[in-house]
């Protein structure tokens, strides 16, 4: 099968497309013939390096988490698929900046995909609307309450807009303003320009007492204590980029990090809200299948603004 990989650690640049042999189907797992995939910022982290101390990889290595398809293969002892079925999902055994990508059959990070809703759509969805549904869970946000995003416009932003908006939250953004349009039209009610000043300090202009959650895409470490600032008494502040222990922050702040938790039914249900148009999908730019590298290498670019998610489509 032809497939992008890296020979080793290293930039976006390296990676070349190639021959390689087709993903082994095991018991339990299915085959899928990829036509799209989308590409995040963990798959550049993956290959740069930057995580190899807690996710070393083998070489060589085939990029990529999320891709959409048609079931071309079931292995023994799984239900629920049959071959020519179209799907998508999350895949972490084998890369989907390929032609073909396995992943289990019982895993909840792969679900059946709506005929009305496209490869490329479909694809851009699992790895941030997975983490979007995590972190609003864990945010635990109710109608009518105050929800900050720093960093609203990538690809998790993109959902937690509005699947927070779906529960009646008042959501207030961090945007430039070529970008305020697009996130009122995701559900934003307030938009503050990032480029204009200290957004921690405006919020606060607004809302002296802080708000009820404030949700941090940008920060990790020790930045999170000044994102704890703009938390009201006994709110919450979430985070899928860690940082410092609970103890060095304000006793009245409710620290939460995340992990991407995808439990039965949550990627079914982000395909319905997305073919009924409930759910919009942003896709900043599609490469053909011959420029996949491009995609990463855009995306690791800090010259490049990404607005929602990059797709590659694959034939």
């Known amino acids: 099968m032809k497939a992008l990989i890296a020979d080793s650690y290293g930039p976006p640049s390296q990676l070349r497309l190639t021959e390689i042999k087709t993903t082994e189907l095991k018991d339990g797992y299915v085959l899928v ?16 390096g930057a995580l190899k101390e807690r996710f070393p990889v083998e070489f060589p290595h085939v990029p990529g988490m999320d891709g959409a398809g048609v079931i071309a293969g079931v292995g023994e002892d799984v239900e ?43 694809a851009a969805i699992p790895e941030a609307g997975l983490t979007a549904v995590t972190i609003v869970r864990a945010s635990d946000i109710h109608e009518d309450q105050h929800v900050f995003i720093l960093g609203a416009t990538g690809g998790i932003g993109l959902f937690a807009i509005q699947l927070l908006k779906a529960r009646g939250a ?39 007492d802080g708000v009820d959650v404030v949700i941090d895409l940008i920060n990790s470490g020790d930045a999170l204590l000044r994102s704890a600032g703009a938390v009201r008494r006994d709110g919450t502040l979430v985070s899928p980029l860690g940082g410092p222990a609970q103890s060095a922050f304000p006793e009245d702040v409710n620290v939460r990090y995340v992990m991407l938790d995808a439990r039965a039914g949550d990627l079914a ?43 590659v489509s694959i034939p």
């Open 170 to 208: 008042h959501v207030i953004v961090t945007a430039k303003p070529a970008d305020t349009g697009y996130v009122r039209t995701l559900g934003a009610e307030e938009v503050i320009d990032y480029g204009a000043g200290d957004p921690i300090v405006e919020l606060g202009k607004r809302y002296p």
């Open 80 to 122: 629920g698929y049959t071959i020519g079925e179209r799907v998508f999902g999350l895949f972490h055994e084998s890369g989907t900046l390929a032609e073909f990508a396995t992943i289990g059959g019982t895993d909840p990070r792969l679900a059946h995909l709506p005929d009305e809703l496209d490869f490329e759509r479909a």
């Open 269 to 311: 249900d982000l395909a319905r809200r997305a073919a009924s148009g409930e759910l919009k999908i942003e896709i900043a730019e599609t490469y053909p299948f011959a420029q996949a590298k491009q995609a990463l290498a855009d995306l690791a670019d800090p010259k490049e603004h990404t607005r929602g998610k990059r797709v």
């Open 33 to 48: 013939r990829l036509h799209a995939a989308a590409v995040n910022p963990f798959d550049v982290k993956l290959i740069g």
